[in-house]
């Protein structure tokens, strides 16, 4: 069945930039949250890049008005009953996320697939909670959405030929380039990156460099586009931190482990730009 309207459960920093590359692509979009103070934060983040791409002169007004138009927020999940797709795209915790699919299960229609953005929970175990396991399946979107070309799909254990199929189309369709990995802690994107952030901090914690250095070397040195520090302060140190534990456990090596300094910083609420510190200080 064709998909027409997309639904995206989170207005946060991953949902609204999900739900403006959806509207952008002709769906309509139902983009929900729990608070209407959440919603409207989101649609003015869609509105914000909207309208710099108007002064930048690459889409119209009318464009960007239309973009809109097809946006409707909700803070009901009820309303989630009339799209074809969801994604959710809430914080990234077990229960948080198990909840959700509990509800989207009882609320959405039988022939609707329901995919997570998560980075890293089993997708088996996300579709464990419902009674469609074949139609749950991993969407996973990268930050800032609107910029990065990639969407890692995520094939569960029971996922449908079907349903990879609409999902991997629909990558397609929002512009963007679509990679598959199985069902593996951390996936293919965090398997490789956090580890990766995860030693830079290591790097910190032993004194090999300082903040700065370590960034530079990797951002001149491996021409990425940021140093893994300021990456992570992007991503948000506890999601860093969250993510790590999912590999630490999910294969129980050693060679997972969280970086002691990473841990600290999140238990002292220092989570990266988010909260105006984390290894650098955004104030
Ligand atoms: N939303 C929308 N557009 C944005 C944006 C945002 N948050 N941030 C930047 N942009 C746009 C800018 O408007 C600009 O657009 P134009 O080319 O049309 O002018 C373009 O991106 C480049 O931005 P800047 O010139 O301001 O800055 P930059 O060249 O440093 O690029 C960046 C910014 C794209 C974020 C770049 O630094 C980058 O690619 N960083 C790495 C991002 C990354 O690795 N993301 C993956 C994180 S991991 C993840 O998401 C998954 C997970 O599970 C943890």
Request: hydrophobic share 40%; proline share 5%.
């Amino acid at each position: 069945m064709e998909t027409k309207t997309f639904g995206v459960v989170g207005a946060g920093q991953m949902g609204n930039g999900i739900a403006q590359v959806a509207a952008t692509s002709g769906l309509q979009v139902i983009m929900s949250d729990i608070k209407e103070e959440f919603v409207q934060r989101g649609l003015a983040n869609i509105t914000n890049i909207l309208t710099k791409n108007v002064e930048k002169g690459k889409i119209s007004l009318e464009e960007k008005d239309a973009v809109l138009g097809r946006i409707k927020t909700s803070i009901d999940l009820k309303d989630m009953a009339d799209a074809d797709y969801v994604v959710e795209a809430a914080t990234e915790n077990e229960p948080v996320k198990f909840q959700i699919f509990r509800d989207l299960d009882a609320i959405c229609p039988p022939h609707v697939v329901l995919a997570s953005n998560t980075s890293s929970i089993p997708i088996v175990r996300i579709a464990a909670q419902t009674k469609r396991p074949n139609q749950v399946i991993g969407m996973h979107f990268m930050n800032p959405v609107p910029v990065m070309k990639l969407v890692e799909v995520i094939r569960g254990l029971a996922t449908s030929d079907e349903t990879f199929q609409i999902t991997w189309d629909l990558a397609i369709k929002f512009g963007k380039t679509p990679a598959l990995s199985n069902d593996y802690p951390g996936f293919i994107a965090n398997r490789i990156l956090m580890p990766m952030i995860n030693e830079a901090v290591y790097c910190l914690y032993h004194g090999v460099g300082t903040r700065e250095d370590i960034d530079t070397v990797m951002k001149l040195g491996m021409n990425h586009p940021m140093g893994p520090l300021t990456l992570a302060d992007f991503i948000g140190l506890d999601t860093c931190l969250a993510i790590m534990e999912v590999l630490y456990e999910g294969f129980c090596d050693s060679k997972y482990r969280p970086c002691p300094l990473l841990r600290k910083y999140v238990e002292a609420g220092w989570l990266g730009k988010k909260s105006g510190r984390g290894f650098y200080s955004y104030q």
